[in-house]
RNA sequence: CGGGGCGUAGCGCAGUCUGGUAGCGCAUCUGCUUUGGGAGCAGAGGGUCGCAAGUUCAAAUCUUGCCGCCCCGACCA
């Protein structure tokens, strides 16, 4: 993409209402623009991250067994009558009536409608077990929305839905988005640690949330430290191996690690003084086993190999990929904006032309330019006619990995100097080993 | 929902107390000079001062009502 046919409107000044870093940086880097209290659009380079994070995130879950599927955001309020939480869920649910005086509210979440498919279709424990997931817009009508897309009314979340014949099965299923929650985590560049959580209003008696550390966290977290040296299952992992599975979940519950309103003070004075944690943490992933609460009322049943009905236990597991994006912000900038892990950044490469209009510069940044695309790298070439600097400060604020300076000094050498965003390392390097060394 | 704050050009702000020509910086546009870390000079464009009513010869400024946004708390992916 060239930067002077692009859309990338950034701030050099910091909107007045952003108060933490990942909202100033959003609102600066040109990823997103308010649209009303907890509503946001989404800018190409903002997209482009999401989008990003969402192949991650349906790589992990369909590499564990799940299934992509797509609801509708609008639901009939007749599902939530059956499951009986039209009336529990309480003004978080925006309740909307169409022109046929039908009762109708935007999805906060999708276990009823969900469970009315499984239970429109599926009739034998041979067809277990099932986990169908989707990405989709919800909306929540929260209180008070806040911390930009970290708390905002309309949010993307990936929600998955398990279903199996009985609770072994249906633990089997929690344990592979478990360890497909690691994964996944870990494959955007964040160390990911799960807590014991409290299952509240969906319900159920088995629940982690998968909680990052970053200073700037809205919660605080107590754990044990040696969750950070824990190495992440990998790609080869056996999801239908149970017993496989399940000890790594062992593994990764064995140790102390809980939120504050879970915390037990007396359990994590138990913990080596030198191996104690105590920091700021962001939810990121939250999945709950709750048995049949939603089968049992909608009768969501399969016939069992005993030619007995019985009803189908359940599980849900959610992630938000727009509050992800916060997250990564969160966890990884510096006093020049944002630094993205590579496997999420927008683009790979920038290319900066330090001095349009010189035939030299300009040759030569459009020949790296296809060179690197030639390579299958995503990149930025910066051929607006501006002044160096401007051009540094914004590829430093966009947080691209790499920065390739074209420049007429070095180029007079052959050469480009080659940047790296996290590092802030640099190397001259001629300009035909520059795809070998983005590649390597 | 309780408490607090803020709405003036795309962004950041001054002006409001004490009513009297709507300003500054950045951004934008034009020209010239520049080009290795947010350039310099000269010029230009851009405003229902959140909305409505009221007071007044006169309202960004005073009064009342409403709307929007942010922060703290309670609540939450």
């Given at each position: 993409?060239?930067?002077?046919?692009?859309?990338?409107?950034?701030?050099?000044?910091?909107?007045?209402?952003?108060e933490?870093?990942?909202h100033?940086?959003?609102?600066?880097?040109?990823l997103?623009r308010?649209?009303?209290?907890?509503?946001?659009?989404?800018?190409?380079l903002?997209?482009?991250v999401?989008?990003?994070?969402?192949?991650?995130?349906?790589?992990?879950?369909?590499?564990s067994?799940?299934?992509?599927?797509?609801?509708?955001?609008?639901?009939?309020?007749?599902?939530?009558?059956?499951?009986?939480?039209?009336?529990a869920?309480?003004?978080?649910?925006?309740?909307?009536?169409?022109?046929?005086?039908?009762?109708?509210?935007?999805?906060?979440?999708?276990?009823?409608?969900?469970?009315?498919?499984?239970?429109?279709?599926?009739?034998s424990?041979?067809?277990?077990?099932?986990?169908?997931?989707?990405?989709?817009?919800?909306?929540?009508d929260?209180?008070?929305p806040?911390?930009?897309?970290?708390?905002?009314?309309?949010?993307?979340?990936?929600?998955?839905?398990?279903f199996?014949?009985?609770?072994?099965?249906?633990?089997?299923?929690?344990?592979?988005?478990?360890?497909?929650?690691?994964?996944?985590?870990?494959?955007?560049?964040?160390?990911?640690?799960?807590?014991?959580?409290?299952?509240?209003?969906?319900?159920?008696?088995?629940s982690?949330?998968?909680?990052?550390?970053?200073?700037?966290?809205?919660?605080?977290?107590f754990?044990h430290?040696?969750?950070?040296?824990?190495?992440?299952?990998?790609?080869?992992?056996?999801?239908?191996?149970?017993?496989?599975?399940?000890?790594?979940?062992d593994k990764?519950?064995s140790?102390?690690?809980?939120?504050?309103?879970?915390?037990?003070?007396?359990?994590?004075?138990?913990?080596?003084?030198?191996?104690r944690?105590?920091?700021?943490?962001?939810?990121?992933?939250?999945?709950?086993?709750?048995?049949?609460?939603?089968?049992?009322?909608?009768?969501?049943?399969?016939?069992?190999?005993d030619?007995?009905?019985?009803?189908?236990?359940?599980?849900?597991?959610g992630?938000?990929?727009?509050?992800?994006?916060?997250a990564?912000?969160?966890?990884?900038?510096?006093?020049?904006g944002?630094?993205?892990?590579?496997?999420a950044a927008?683009?790979?490469?920038?290319?900066?032309?330090?001095?349009?209009?010189?035939?030299?510069?300009?040759?030569?940044s459009q020949?790296?330019?296809?060179?690197?695309?030639g390579?299958?790298?995503?990149?930025?070439?910066?051929?607006?006619?501006?002044?160096?600097?401007?051009?540094?400060?914004?590829?430093?604020l966009?947080?691209?990995p790499?920065?390739?300076?074209v420049?007429?000094?070095?180029l007079?050498?052959?050469?480009?100097?080659?940047?790296?965003?996290?590092?802030?390392?640099?190397?001259?390097?001629?300009?035909?080993?520059?795809?070998a060394?983005?590649?390597?």
């Open positions: 993409m060239r930067l002077s046919r692009y859309f990338l409107p950034t701030l050099r000044e910091t909107p007045r209402e952003a933490i870093v990942s100033r940086l959003m609102l600066r880097a040109g997103i308010q649209q009303a209290a907890g509503s946001f659009s989404w800018l190409p903002g997209l482009r999401l989008n990003k994070i969402n192949r991650i995130v349906r790589e992990e879950q369909d590499r067994g799940a299934i992509e599927i797509l609801m509708p955001t609008i639901q009939s309020a007749d599902l939530w009558r059956e499951s009986g939480r039209y009336d869920y309480g003004k978080e649910m925006l309740r909307i009536v169409d022109r046929h005086e039908r009762d109708m509210l935007y999805g906060p979440t999708n276990e009823e409608m969900v469970t009315d498919i499984f239970r429109a279709y599926v009739r424990y041979k067809d277990l077990p099932l986990n169908l997931y989707h990405i989709q817009w919800k909306f929540r929260e209180v008070r806040r911390f930009g897309v970290m708390r905002s009314r309309e949010f993307l979340m990936k929600d998955a839905y398990s199996d014949l009985d609770q072994a099965g249906a633990r089997h299923s929690y344990n592979k988005m478990f360890v497909a929650y690691l994964r996944t985590f870990a494959r955007l560049g964040l160390k990911s640690i799960p807590m014991r959580a409290d299952t509240g209003p969906i319900g159920g008696d088995l982690h949330e998968f909680i990052i550390l970053a200073s700037t966290g809205e919660s605080e977290v754990c430290a040696d969750y950070l040296g824990f190495e992440t299952p990998p790609a080869d992992t056996d999801f239908d191996d149970v017993a496989g599975l399940q000890a790594i979940v990764w519950t140790l102390y690690a809980a939120t504050s309103e879970m915390h037990d003070p007396a359990a994590f004075d138990l913990i080596p003084a030198t191996q944690m105590s920091a700021r943490g962001i939810e990121v992933g939250h999945i709950f086993y709750f048995g049949t609460k939603y089968s049992a009322p909608m009768r969501a049943k399969v016939m069992g190999p030619g007995q009905e019985r009803e189908v236990h359940m599980g849900s597991y992630i938000g990929p727009t509050r992800l994006v916060a990564l912000i969160e966890a990884s900038h510096d006093d020049a944002i630094v993205w892990p590579e496997a927008p683009f790979d490469a920038a290319i900066l032309n330090l001095k349009v209009g010189d035939a030299g510069t300009d040759g030569a020949k790296l330019y296809l060179e690197l695309q390579a299958g790298l995503d990149v930025l070439l910066d051929d607006r006619d501006e002044r160096a600097g401007g051009k540094f400060a914004t590829a430093d966009i947080g691209i790499w920065q390739i300076l420049g007429p000094k070095s007079a050498e052959g050469k480009v100097e080659v940047k790296r965003r996290a590092t802030g390392e640099r190397e001259l390097l001629p300009l035909g080993d520059v795809v060394r983005l590649k390597a």
